[in-house]
T-cell receptor, first 113, second 112 residues
Framework: NAGVTQTPKFQVLKTGQSMTLQCAQDMNHEYMSWYRQDPGMGLRLIHYSVGAGITDQGEVPNGYNVSRSTTEDFPLRLLSAAPSQTSVYFC????????????FGDGTRLSIL | GENVEQHPSTLSVQEGDSAVIKCTYSDSASNYFPWYKQELGKRPQLIIDIRSNVGEKKDQRIAVTLNKTAKHFSLHITETQPEDSAVYFCAAGGGATNKLIFGTGTLLAVQP
């Protein structure tokens, strides 16, 4: 039981490049979400999904796309990377029942030059 | 929009002392309030949570209190130890979407 798996762990991009951050969970969780973590800003919600085929915007969605074709996977896409997107990205999942703990992946450290 | 404020941003205590971190939230529909601990370079990990039908919850040296009327909740750590040093995040949410909004974090340093 791997929990929440994120790949890659580290990535360096040039401005304007595109990239997909991968997130997979093996706990059959309905709810999945993406956060970015910047110094002094805490964890800010980018996008979330309450089940396959359903996604919605969080606090800071601009510049990011998501899709949820399966229960297990929730990739985050950067279509045209910008230096302001340099951050640590965390994926999390929880069961669909309201008020359940979210389980985090190990994060992806992304640098945009 | 939804907002969670967390104070203080940094907290330094002597080993054995107590530490208190406070959060306020704006969305009155919030019904789930977890606390996460994050060590340097690691993922956030849940340490305790409380739901809106409970006013206080305790787990060994850690306790959380909730005042729904005032929309604030607090984390209390007693008999602090050096290994308690980390960043602590509060969050509020739940409801139909299970969406969580996090506070900006508190860096706790426990001096031996």
């Amino acid at each position: 039981n791997a929990g929440v798996t994120q790949t890659p762990k580290f990535q360096v991009l040039k401005t304007g490049q595109s990239m997909t951050l991968q997130c997979a969970q093996d706990m059959n969780h309905e709810y999945m979400s993406w956060y970015r973590q910047d110094p002094g800003m805490g964890l800010r919600l980018i996008h979330y999904s309450v089940g396959a085929g359903i996604t919605d915007q969080g606090e800071v969605p601009n510049g990011y796309n998501v899709s949820r074709s399966t229960t297990e996977d929730f990739p985050l896409r950067l279509l045209s990377a910008a230096p302001s997107q340099t951050s640590v990205y965390f994926c999390a999942s929880s069961s669909g029942t309201a008020g359940q703990p979210q389980h985090f992946g190990d994060g992806t450290r992304l640098s945009i030059l | 929009g939804e907002n969670v404020e967390q104070h203080p941003s940094t907290l330094s205590v002597q080993e054995g002392d107590s530490a208190v971190i406070k959060c306020t939230y704006s969305d009155s529909a919030s019904n789930y309030f977890p606390w996460y601990k994050q060590e340097l370079g690691k993922r956030p990990q849940l340490i305790i949570d409380i739901r809106s039908n409970v006013g206080e919850k305790k787990d060994q040296r850690i306790a959380v209190t909730l005042n729904k009327t005032a929309k604030h909740f607090s984390l209390h750590i007693t008999e602090t130890q050096p290994e308690d040093s980390a960043v602590y995040f509060c969050a509020a949410g739940g409801g139909a979407t299970n969406k969580l909004i996090f506070g900006t974090g508190t860096l706790l340093a426990v001096q031996p």
